[in-house]
């Protein structure tokens, strides 16, 4: 059975750091791309870092990029999350997702951490 | 960016009822994906590549579509089909989602 299990989150002052973990199970971690989604309190979902299955592959959007920088530990089968410089607007609960194959959807989501940028 | 706008933004549908929900997109895109959203949990990959149910999904839903418009239908509502319903493109960069049905039970 697949299983992310996200961790991390919580309350952090605007403008400072934070890293979310994900860790992998029922599966080979280290063939599959991944992908971390957010979710605003009572909002839609925004797609917010891919990274390919080897790692040397990195994507985001405009929201984001040189801001936040995913990676992952293929021996570990634990996807990373590092969050700078944050927002109010970063505020959500944050997926960790696994790609389907080399396809730009998600198969498998986990449960979930919530982060909250507040000072 | 392709934005997928879906429609109605909410809606109630009896046991028994059948029920579409649309998603449109600003562009063509090749695929399109769908997730259910229950309240308090996380989203699971309902339908996938416009009309491939993923496992353990119920035959009484189906997915078509092409272009730039897609639809959900579910054949006959149940009480555990109340939820929020996701479409998703990864046809471009970056990936996008629609805003979200709410399908209640009434």
């Known amino acids: 059975e697949v299983q992310l299990v996200e961790s991390g989150g919580g309350l952090v002052q605007p403008g400072r750091s934070l890293k979310l973990s994900c860790a992998a199970s029922?599966?080979?971690?280290?063939?599959?791309?991944m992908a971390w989604v957010r979710q605003a309190p009572k909002k839609g979902l925004e797609w917010v870092a891919s990274?390919?299955?080897?790692?040397?592959?990195?994507y985001y959007p405009d929201s984001v990029k040189g801001r936040f920088t995913i990676s992952r530990d293929n021996a570990k089968s634990t996807l990373y999350l590092q969050m700078d410089s944050l927002r109010s607007e970063d505020t959500a609960s944050y997926y960790c997702?696994?790609?389907?194959?080399?396809?730009?959807?998600?198969?498998?989501w986990g449960q979930g951490t919530l982060v909250t940028v507040s000072s | 960016e392709i934005v997928l706008t879906q429609s109605p933004t909410t809606m109630a549908a009896s046991p028994g009822e059948k029920v579409t929900l649309t998603c449109r997109a600003s562009?063509?895109?090749?695929?399109m994906h769908w997730y259910q959203q229950r309240s308090g949990a996380s989203p699971k990959l309902w339908i996938y590549?416009?009309?491939k149910l993923a496992s353990g999904v119920p035959n009484r839903f189906s997915g078509s579509g092409s272009g730039t418009s897609y639809s959900l239908t579910i054949n006959s509502m149940e009480t555990e089909d109340a939820a929020t319903y996701y479409c998703?493109?990864?046809?471009?960069?970056?990936?996008?989602f629609g805003a979200g049905t709410k399908l209640e039970l009434k």
């Open positions: 997702a696994r790609h389907f194959s080399n396809s730009n959807w998600f198969a498998y």
């Open positions: 029922g599966f080979t971690f280290s063939s599959f791309p």
């Open positions: 998703q493109q990864g046809s471009s960069y970056p990936p996008t």
């Open positions: 990274i390919s299955s080897g790692g040397g592959g990195t």
């Open positions: 562009s063509s895109v090749s695929y």
């Open positions: 590549e416009t009309s």
